[in-house]
């Protein structure tokens, strides 16, 4: 038996070893990222029978396993991609919270000093120095939208190229995957790649912070991974490249494309991005449905304040008796309207021309022509609009779109019919505060006082009052000059207008429509009761003759022309900070709910594949013992063999 009792040493020996081995691997690799816990299998060698008896041989070990459970892994899997998405979406907002308070103080300081420079000016029209300050804190808010413009401009740059480097990152980690696949498959023939199946899992974890992805195993234990559960990105020992390219209808909205193993111009454009997941998942959804939306929104504000500040000012006559040219730029310059259109179709150009600030939403709107009728969404409630067409008439071949129900403050205008499919972005408002301009260059040209101005007879009875404005009609149409002043009476039923001479026909005789009288180029509002005999009369102004107009500027304060008559500038810009302040809070909540449910799960998995040192520290010491004593047992092997040996 002596011999057997050497064998049986060895192999404990020999076991031994290999568990000293597995426990130092195990103590090494504690502070390795994705390293599993090892452990060294033990099982009886086969026995011997003798003597009527079973006898045991000794040990072998079996295998190293890997202390790995695959449920909880992909528990942690789909943690973290929750917890990237959105700890970089609160990252991303955040910067636009920050950013967006900080625009928005210095455009209520400006406005505010806007209006107290145009209080000045109404108090003395004549004082070329209002007038300059006036026009100075116009600039003022000018640059903060300008400023604000190319500050979320520059910002969506910086995403792009974000994007580039993720793309080239997950075909990188994909391509790592798939040697390691190939790797597992050729090494599984001889035993379990514990190393190499942790490296595989630390890649997939890796992935997964990027995109959302599912995986399945193969029986050759290989691993294919799908973005979403749709494309497939690594399939065995091939692995999908991932690309950015210049997005259609805008080149600057770039989309993500698959690109085939070895075959890199076969590609498969991944449709809606933005549900991708993972910290690409969140670039994708801040760049199109926060950022893009938010400079619209924003834009809208310049485009209101443009128009307001222009409409006002057609209404007067600057310090130099002319008629008042635009304050701001204008909103429907060719070039401004052009830049609201985009399409897939290069051979096809459009136009939005703005016709109603008012009714304007600050929202972008897809359009898609299927042959036959237009459909108008918008790309960030999904709300779909009826559209009306009109034209071509001939010999142009234009064609005229227009929302019906509701009216959203705009048209569009197509240079030809769409071919079926053809898809257009229609973005009203984005360029507004890029193109938010002051178009006046000193003070005498603001037209802060009326053109035409009313003057109440005062034997009136009446709580009856007269506004004028001007309206645009063509040259032919205006009210010459040598008709003024009109005088309007009130004959106990009827309104009559008649000119200085008392023009037979009157200019007008009847009640308003909708409390208005339009007569050539004046508009003349009624308002209140008037008593029979009540008389009124209306008449030009020039130089810096009164402060009618100045305090139809002052009255924009205070007035509400947005958002379809329901806010004022202040409201719409408050509004706006409000939606993203609340975005940003409860992303934040988000992030910190997905970072403890990540913690919880992460925390499940190392209990059973985490290295425990004061666990492998008694294991240490256990199988040194273990050794120790199988040695001995050798030993006792040798000297028993010795002396039958020296037996004579």
């Given amino acids: 038996m002596a011999v057997d009792m050497y064998q049986t040493g060895v192999s404990g020996l020999l076991a031994a070893q290999s568990q000293l081995a597995t426990t130092g691997h195990n103590i090494a690799n504690v502070n390795t990222e994705g390293f599993s816990r090892q452990r060294a299998e033990q099982s009886t060698t086969l026995h011997m029978y003798s003597g009527a008896q079973f006898y045991g041989t000794g040990t072998r070990v079996t295998d190293v396993t890997r202390m790995y459970q695959e449920y909880a892994f992909k528990d942690v899997l789909i943690n973290n991609t929750e917890k990237a998405g959105a700890e970089a979406l609160y990252n991303h907002l955040s910067f636009l919270d920050q950013s967006l308070a900080g625009v928005n103080k210095g455009l209520a300081a400006s406005l505010d000093d806007m209006y107290k420079a145009i ?45 580039d480097s993720r793309a080239a990152h997950v075909s990188s980690i994909t391509a790592g995957i798939a040697n390691l696949n190939q790797e597992i498959a050729n090494a599984g023939l001889n035993g379990s790649p514990n190393d190499l199946l942790d490296q595989r899992d630390r890649l997939i974890q890796e992935l997964g912070q990027e995109v959302s992805i599912t995986t399945l195993k193969d029986k050759n234990g290989m691993i294919s991974v799908m973005l979403g559960g749709r494309e497939p990105l690594v399939s065995g020992n091939q692995a999908y490249g991932m690309e950015v390219r210049a997005g259609s209808p805008d080149p600057q909205q770039t989309e993500l494309y698959l690109t085939a193993p070895g075959k890199p111009e076969l590609a498969t454009r991944i449709k809606g991005s933005q549900a991708l997941g993972g910290e690409m998942g969140a670039l994708f959804h801040y760049r199109d449905q926060i950022l893009g939306p938010n400079l619209s929104d924003m834009g809208k504000v310049a485009i209101s304040i443009a128009d307001a500040f222009n409409q006002v000012q057609k209404q007067g006559v600057d310090l130099n008796g002319e008629v008042g040219k635009n304050f701001f730029t204008d909103i429907n310059t060719s070039e401004a309207k052009a830049n609201r259109f985009l399409s897939s179709n290069s051979g096809m150009t459009g136009a939005v021309e703005i016709t109603d600030t008012a009714m304007l939403t600050g929202g972008e709107y897809k359009l898609k022509y299927d042959g036959t009728d237009y459909k108008l969404t918008d790309t960030t409630t999904g709300k779909a609009y009826d559209v009306g067409v009109t034209g071509p008439v001939a010999p142009s071949t234009e064609l005229t779109l227009a929302v019906l129900d509701p009216d959203l403050g705009f048209n569009i205008t197509l240079s030809e019919a769409p071919k079926t499919n053809d898809e257009m972005l229609i973005r009203p408002t984005r360029q507004g505060g890029n193109d938010l301009e002051v178009n006046l260059n000193t003070g005498d040209q603001i037209a802060a006082s009326g053109s035409v101005m009313v003057d109440a007879n005062k034997d009136n009875t009446g709580t009856g009052k007269v506004e004028v404005k001007l309206v645009d009609v063509t040259p032919a149409d205006k009210i010459d000059e040598n008709k003024y002043p009109l005088s309007v009476k009130f004959d106990g039923t009827n309104y009559v207008v008649t000119d200085k001479d008392g023009s037979v026909p009157a200019l007008f005789t009847g009640t308003p429509t909708d409390g208005a009288i339009t007569i050539g180029d004046v508009q003349i509002n009624i308002k209140g009761k008037p008593e029979q005999y009540d008389q009124f009369v209306i008449k030009q102004a020039k130089g810096s003759g009164n402060n009618t107009n100045a305090l139809a500027f002052a009255d924009i304060q205070n007035k509400k022309w947005l958002d379809n008559g329901k806010s004022t500038v202040t409201d719409s810009l408050n509004k706006t900070a409000v939606e993203i302040g609340g975005l940003t809070k409860n992303q934040r909540v988000k992030a910190l709910a997905t970072e403890a449910s990540y913690n919880q799960s992460y925390d499940r998995m190392l209990s059973t594949s985490g290295v425990n040192l004061d666990e492998e520290a008694a294991n240490l010491l256990r199988f040194q013992q273990s050794y120790m004593a199988s040695a001995r047992v050798v030993t006792v092997a040798s000297e028993t063999m010795n002396t039958l040996l020296q037996i004579r």
């Fill in 119 to 163: 209080n000045a000016v109404t108090d003395n029209p004549g004082n070329l120095g209002n007038r300059e300050l006036m026009l100075a804190n116009a600039k003022d808010i000018t640059s903060h939208f300008n400023e604000y413009y190319s500050s979320l401009e520059q910002e969506m740059t910086i995403k792009n190229r974000d994007l």
